[in-house]
């Protein structure tokens, strides 16, 4: 590996660290249930746009713009990304967060299940629910 290598990648490690503390900070790690089936979001909301440009162009996913309708604040900007997406991006910031570890690593280990339907054994399915379970806690 060469050296501007060695700085790229101590850069990107950078930048991950960066984005796991606007995450832990002004982020939520949504769990939705379908079902069966368990689907996560990663979103960040926040009035300055270029830290979710930031996110949009390391992960995917999309940013938005949402007026505030008085007292002349800026609005806010929101980045968010789902699924596979989402599963991309918390195995990246997971090392680097601390107040929203545990729930990134349990969006992550529900992801190891796969899809569930109505032929999943109920012992997956509720292997699957007692790790959920930690979700609240």
Known sequence: ISVRGTVMALDFIAILAYLAGILDGEGTIYLRRRGRNVDFRVAVSMTDREPLDLFQKTFGGGVVHYDVPKGGNKGVFRWAISSSG???????????????KRKAQIALASRSFG???????????????????GWAS
Do not use: G, V
Not at 86 to 100: D, H, M
Not at 115 to 133: G, M, S, V
């Open 86 to 100: 989402a599963e991309r991006a918390l195995s990246a910031l997971a090392p680097y967060l601390f107040i929203k």
């Open 115 to 133: 899809r569930l339907n109505r032929w999943t054994p109920n012992d997956i399915f509720e292997r699957r629910e007692q790790l959920l379970a």
